[in-house]
């Protein structure tokens, strides 16, 4: 089994920054992409930014220029670091990653998601 730990969610101030970290752990697990989505409340989850294990990024029209995406594949981790934030941010951020999973009877692939960790934008 794979895990997604995210953690850094918070309240923040309109125009201040934040970083969000998410560690997949658990089953020696091959991931592809890594990523965060949102969803604010009465919405439905949406794409934030993706990252392919060779660094490979896709972002969002709204958090272009804003957001920054990266990640450590030896730690199997992904970050988020967000400056500019306006109320329009407020979300639950849920981790996301997909690849391949190699256990010792079996390799699978396998889409997995963190529980979600909320961020808060408001004076």
């Known amino acids: 089994q794979v895990q997604l730990v995210e953690s850094g969610g918070g309240l923040v101030q309109p125009g201040g920054s934040h970083r969000l970290s998410c560690a997949a752990s658990?089953?020696?697990?091959?991931?592809?992409?890594m990523g965060w989505y949102r969803q604010a409340p009465g919405k439905e989850r949406e794409l934030v930014a993706l990252?392919?294990?060779?660094?490979?990024?896709n972002y969002a029209d709204s958090v272009k220029g804003r957001f920054t995406i990266s990640r450590d594949n030896a730690k199997n981790t992904v970050y988020l670091q967000m400056n500019s934030l306006n109320p329009q941010d407020t979300a639950v951020y849920y981790c996301?990653?997909?690849?391949?999973?190699?256990?010792?009877?079996?390799?699978?692939?396998?889409?997995?998601w963190g529980k979600g960790t909320l961020v808060t934008v408001f004076p």
């Open positions: 996301y990653a997909d690849g391949v999973v190699h256990e010792v009877t079996r390799t699978y692939g396998l889409t997995t």
């Open positions: 990252i392919t294990k060779r660094g490979g990024t």
């Open positions: 658990g089953s020696i697990f091959d991931n592809n992409k």
